[in-house]
């Protein structure tokens, strides 16, 4: 039973440049999160999934950020033309069940992106 | 918003040493959720609490929900090296969860 696996792991990106972080959740889990890690802070919401829909979406910084869950499974955190401040580490999460319970969400180590 | 303040944000101690750490907001959460974060890895659920006033001891870590459901309390008895890490707060809110800022922990040998 494999956990919630991201990739890459760690990302440099020159100002400008796009970047797409991939997530792949526990086989099964409906509902999938992104999170954003700042240097030495707690992570905060980005959005989430229940299977391929987008539920909530309020958490993204700016249109630059853009998540897909096409087939309900693996999901795709896109930044276009990423900035320095974009610099974070990035979360993805998944739990068992719908959101609205106490269902916990499993966490994968993160993708550390730096942008220069 | 519903936000949650962690205190302290660092903390240095030696082996064998107690220690609480605080997690405070004015507001409600229906549950409270502790994590602990180690270097390079994402949050790993340690413990949740539901109830006012409840308590739960996971080895020589005692957590609590406060009364009013709006602060809880990690205590470490005892902490040794490998208590070291990031400990983090956080509450469900329309189905997302809500981090505190983290406590950041190191246990000297």
């Known amino acids: 039973g494999a956990g919630v696996s991201q990739s890459p792991r760690y990302k440099v990106a020159k100002r400008g440049q796009d970047v797409a972080l991939r997530c792949d959740p526990i086989s099964g889990h409906v509902s999938l999160f992104w999170y954003q890690q700042a240097l030495g802070q707690g992570p905060e919401f980005l959005t989430y999934f229940q299977n391929e829909a987008q539920l909530d979406k309020s958490g993204l910084p700016s249109d630059r950020f853009f998540a897909e869950r096409p087939e309900g499974s693996v999901s795709t955190l896109k930044i276009q033309r990423t900035q320095q401040e974009d610099s974070a580490v990035y979360l993805c999460?998944?739990?068992?069940?719908?959101?609205?319970?106490?269902?916990?969400?499993?966490f994968g180590p993160g993708t550390r992106l730096l942008v220069l | 918003t519903q936000l949650l303040e962690q205190s302290p944000q660092f903390l240095s101690i030696q082996e064998g040493e107690n220690l609480t750490v605080y997690c405070n907001s004015s507001?409600?959460?229906?549950?409270l959720q502790w994590y602990r974060q180690e270097p390079g890895e994402g949050p790993v659920l340690l413990v949740t609490?539901?109830?006012?006033?409840e308590v739960k001891k996971l080895k020589r870590l005692t957590f609590q929900f406060g009364d009013a459901r709006k602060d809880s309390s990690l205590h470490i008895t005892a902490a040794q090296p490998g208590d070291t890490g990031l400990y983090l707060c956080a509450g469900p809110s329309l189905g997302m969860l809500t981090f505190g800022g983290g406590t950041r922990l190191m246990v000297k040998p």
């Open positions: 507001s409600v959460f229906s549950s």
């Open positions: 999460a998944s739990s068992e069940a719908r959101v609205g319970g106490r269902e916990t969400q499993y």
């Open positions: 609490v539901v109830t006012g006033g």
